[in-house]
């Protein structure tokens, strides 16, 4: 009897373990595959570049090593096997995860949202998203300041959602390109430069949308305790 009452309790913690493990590995995969190219000599950009703006291709530069440290460290704060039995490596990946991936990543984030060749629609979402990346990290530092580990965990939540758009972004962009490939001849005249521009402003849009509104959903949901850790 007690197997069967302790299963419900079971599945919704096997499910956050699985979606963790899921988020640091898709996390890793998209820093190992775009933030290589940012570091060899001579770094190329993989977005549009302004080159009447010298300083935009060293912003973009630092902007994507910067927030690929974020997106590298980030889902391992999760890890409740780190967090319960190494609590000074827990805080040791939340510093670098704040100074070395947050503080510069949203800073110089901010610059490169407002150079963007991608419209002003862009312009307009990825200058809020580095704003709330900013402040809810600093919400998140307040709160932990303050020994109040609830609100520390529910801000670092959005905070990482916010950090994981990055991801999400590659994955709507690639879906977006494929439902529109049967509209390439017919509506685009077989342009495939359009075709591509609409789906990276779509997936630019839907990518930060979908993840603040997801996780305050899932918040909401869980209450005040919004735990999603890993045991493993």
Known sequence: MSVILDTPRREPARRRRVAVVVVAVLSVAVVLYFVPAYLAPGADSRVGIRENVPIHLPFLVVHAVTSGIA??????????????????????????????????????????????????????????LDIFWFYSALRAYRAVRARDFAAHERWMLRNMAATFAAVMLRIYLGLFIVAQLPLLEGYYGGDFEALFDNAYLGSIVASVVLNLAFMEIYLRRRGTGGRLEATA
Do not use: D, E, M
Request: charged share 10%.
């Open 71 to 128: 997106l590298l460290v980030g889902p391992f704060q999760f890890f409740g096997s780190i967090r319960r039995n190494h609590p000074k490596v827990h805080r040791v990946i939340g510093r670098v995860y704040l100074l070395a991936g947050i503080l510069p990543g949203s800073l110089t984030g901010i610059v490169v949202a407002v150079l963007t060749t991608a419209g002003p629609i862009a312009i307009v979402t990825f200058t809020l």
